[in-house]
């Protein structure tokens, strides 16, 4: 560099400024976040424009709750915390729902929200959009920050991305009050104030004595299981637990999230003999699942209660997750990759395969199954029911296997999740650990705008309402997403009268709604379909497309139960009274 152009740089340098807006940016590229998901307004609408303007991506929602999913299905097939930029008070909750339901799913994302003047706010005097929200945000999230000035950034920055990633993954709220923004400093010290975050995520080791205890009780067991969970996709450590599977000969159950880790169709899979192997395995090893509602807490009927006692292993990165619900005979606690490497090397190249009496036994069972529910699935009721649409998806989603599957509702999620195959890890994403409705759109987006790949939401018509208005943010990017909508003309069923007349019955919906045409108002593909061939010609114009298409899947409204598979969850009326 000549020494008139240094000089320039340099006389420049210490002139130029930056502000809370760039630093902002600048502290989020510099950890290789690029996306934005949010909604903007006071006091974030300039942030959003200069982020557009600096090459982030930024996708704008109708709704918080949808942007914050999408940061949230983000994250988890990432392993980089999704962000979601919000306006203060009501737009902080509405982002706020997203948030907890990431943190309970163990998802990275980060909250940021601006808010209003901290001493208005704090002597409640009424400003625009009053409110806490770091204190209103803290029971709800992994950690939450404020950042006051703008040198501060940076740290703010960093420590969110950390808390996000670190240990058991979560939510992480930041708060950004509207001053902060319009803050300044010399550049070259803003840059300087800028944290890049070495290992978020760092390994983390098992024990030896906690492995060898962990492989006696797997070498004592007579009918072994290995159960995957979400922290398994997550961890990305893929070709290590393919090959503690196939290695051991163990067969594995995949929860909903980890379908597809290995190909459903795998000989080792149990899922269609789910029931068989909880009540009868005698050793269960847990990879990222967690012994909740969704396993029965681990007790119980379902888990062979009168058939002796069972032993768990279980792997996971929070200790404290270790005994939540029944005595866990060998922790593992560290990073699943690092403790499926350990368990493989001890397991070494003369492990004794399980008895033929239990992989046989579990065959059996699976046949009997596989083939039962194949006559089912070749079945063409009019109208269709839940099976034989989704023998539809089933095929499509085989013939697609980069396809991202998104499902919610009730039925719709319980026969999708046991129905349609999944090949690849990650490809799923779905109502979680809440069972919550709502993630949708949201997941859709998110998934399709961090992976590029198409997706195929599959929705109970309930389902797609929480988040419906977003088939327009779909249309807006012009992303290759296929919502199904399953119209059974309601919440479980279409069917339910309400016994004294007048107001409809709770549960109900305008009957025969045609979905499709909200698709169709923002400019994307709309299909109506009554039989099974117009749901597959329907898909595969939108497969083939990669154009925004929503799908009007009409389903026979009687087909349904109530809540689907957890009916035993509702409360029964105890009263006498009629
Ligand atoms: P599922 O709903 O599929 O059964 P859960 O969400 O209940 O799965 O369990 C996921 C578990 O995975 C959590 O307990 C979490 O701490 C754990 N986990 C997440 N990421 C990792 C990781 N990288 N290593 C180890 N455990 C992890
Ligand atoms: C945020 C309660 C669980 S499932 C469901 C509701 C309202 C909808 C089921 O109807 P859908 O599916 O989607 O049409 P189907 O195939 O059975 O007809 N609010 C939230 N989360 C949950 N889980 C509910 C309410 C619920
Ligand atoms: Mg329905």
Redo the contacts with the bound molecule.
């Keep these: 560099m000549s020494a008139v152009a240094e000089k320039a740089v340099t006389t420049t340098d210490e002139s130029v400024t930056t502000d809370g807006f760039h630093l902002l940016i600048d502290a989020l590229k510099l950890n290789d976040i690029d996306t934005i998901f949010g909604l903007p307004g006071i006091p974030i609408t300039d942030l959003t424009r200069m982020a557009q303007v600096e090459g982030m991506r930024v996708i704008s929602f109708r709704h918080e709750q949808h942007a914050g999913n999408a940061a949230a299905a983000a994250g988890y097939l990432t392993q980089k915390p999704g962000i979601c930029l919000t306006v203060s008070a009501p737009g902080f909750l509405n982002g706020l729902t997203a948030l907890a339901n990431a943190t309970?799913?163990?998802f990275p994302m980060i909250l940021i929200s601006g808010s209003s003047e901290r001493e208005v706010v704090d002597l409640q005097q009424g400003d625009y959009e009053e409110m806490d929200q770091l204190n209103a945000a803290k029971p709800f999230c992994k950690a939450a920050f404020r950042v006051l000035h703008a040198q501060d950034i940076g740290i703010g920055v960093a420590r969110a991305i950390r808390s996000a990633l670190s240990?058991?993954?979560g939510g992480v709220y930041l708060d950004l009050p509207a001053k902060l923004f319009s803050q300044t400093m010399e550049a070259a010290a803003g840059r300087n104030s800028l944290v890049k975050v070495i290992d978020a995520?760092p390994r983390?080791i098992p024990a030896p004595e906690a492995v060898k205890r962990a492989l006696d009780v797997l070498k004592s067991a007579k009918r072994p299981l290995i159960?995957?969970?979400?922290?398994?996709?997550?961890?990305?450590?893929d070709a290590e637990i393919r090959a503690l599977i196939e290695k051991t000969g163990i067969p594995y159950l995949?929860?909903?999230?980890?379908k597809g880790l290995l190909p459903d169709t795998h000989a080792q899979s149990a899922s269609a003999a789910r029931s068989y192997v909880l009540a009868e395995a005698d050793v269960v090893v847990?990879?990222?699942?967690?012994?909740?509602w969704?396993?029965s807490h681990g007790k119980g009927k379902t888990w062979g209660q009168d058939k002796g006692a069972k032993k768990f292993i279980q792997?996971?990165?929070?200790p404290t997750?270790i005994d939540s619900n029944v005595p866990i005979a060998a922790p593992l606690i560290?990073?699943?990759?690092?403790?499926v490497s350990a368990l493989l090397a001890g397991v070494g190249s003369n492990w004794a395969k399980p008895d033929a009496q239990w992989t046989g036994a579990i065959a059996e069972r699976k046949d009997k199954n596989l083939t039962k529910m194949a006559e089912t699935l070749a079945k063409t009721p009019s109208p269709m029911n839940f099976h034989s649409a989704l023998a539809v998806v089933r095929d499509i989603v085989k013939a697609n296997p980069e396809t991202i599957v998104v499902n919610e509702g009730a039925n719709t999620l319980d026969f999708a999740r046991s129905i349609v195959d999944m090949y690849k890890p990650r490809k799923r994403l779905d109502s979680?650990?809440w069972g919550i409705m709502g993630i949708g759109m949201g997941f859709a987006v998110g998934a399709a705008v961090i992976t590029g790949k198409p997706v195929i939401a599959i929705e109970g018509d309930s389902a797609f309402g929480f988040s419906g208005m977003e088939v327009e943010t779909i249309c807006r990017y012009n992303l290759p997403v296929c919502v199904v909508v399953f119209n059974n003309n309601g919440i479980y069923k279409g069917t339910d009268v309400n016994p004294r007349g007048g107001d409809v019955a709770p549960t109900v919906f305008v009957k025969n709604a045609r979905y499709d045409m909200m698709m169709q108002a923002f400019g994307g593909v709309g299909a109506h379909a009554t039989t099974a061939d117009e749901l597959r010609k329907a898909m595969l114009e939108a497969v083939a497309s990669g154009k925004p298409t929503l799908i009007n899947a009409v389903i026979d409204e009687t087909a349904g139960t109530e809540s689907g598979r957890i009916t035993s969850l509702n409360p029964q009326s105890k009263a006498n009274k009629k």
């Design positions: 309970v799913n163990c240990g058991r993954p995520a983390q159960l995957l969970g979400k922290g398994a996709s997550y961890a990305q450590a995949p929860m909903s999230m980890a847990l990879v990222g699942a967690r012994l909740n969704l396993l792997i996971d990165i929070a997750e560290g990073d699943i990759g690092s403790c979680g650990t």
